[in-house]
């Protein structure tokens, strides 16, 4: 496959999960600061069928130009973005790469550092580590959507037409 066409699907994964990242910004959710990580289903798949760094990149680039769009680019909401989708993207890296879990258990483990990134950017930000006791909450409800996330990239994965545009 040429570099063009392969960086156009990549293109394509980002706008699709900057996309979801938005939409799911909408949805209310009771406890605040929580999301259903939708955009985390496309990095999954991008984790295991891209490179790593182009599914990095693909994290990066949607929390950046997501923060700008919702206009939140550099705020406290940004913050805690950043730090739990780089956390995530690490947890998920390691268990992906370690062929440990399958794609659910992976999405999990991605959730659970998202949450723990999170806790730690707003232990930062306000000056408290009180923050910690949101944790069990905030991690209950994340595993909860990573799972689902992890369901949804693994149904994808089993029926993946990806290849034959990558290969």
């Not at 980002?14 to 990095?43: C, D, Q």
């Amino acid at each position: 496959m040429s570099i063009v066409k392969r960086w156009v699907i990549i293109a394509m994964l980002l706008a699709m999960a900057i996309i979801l990242s938005i939409v799911e910004s909408f949805i209310p959710i009771w406890i605040p600061g929580v999301k259903l990580g939708l955009a985390n289903v496309i990095i999954l798949i991008m984790l295991y069928e891209f490179k790593s760094g182009e599914a990095f990149l693909v994290q990066l680039l949607r929390i950046f130009l997501a923060s700008l769009l919702r206009g939140t680019f550099l705020g406290p909401q940004f913050a805690m973005s950043i730090a739990g989708g780089l956390l995530a993207f690490i947890g998920m890296f390691l268990f992906v790469r370690i062929k440990l879990f399958t794609p659910v258990g992976v999405s999990a483990i991605g959730a659970i550092f998202h949450a723990t990134g999170q806790i730690l950017a707003a232990m930062w930000i306000l000056g408290t580590g009180a923050v910690v006791y949101y944790l069990p909450f905030i991690m209950l409800l994340s595993l909860g959507t990573g799972i689902l996330s992890g369901v949804v990239a693994e149904m994808y994965l089993k029926r993946s037409i990806t290849n034959k545009f990558i290969e």
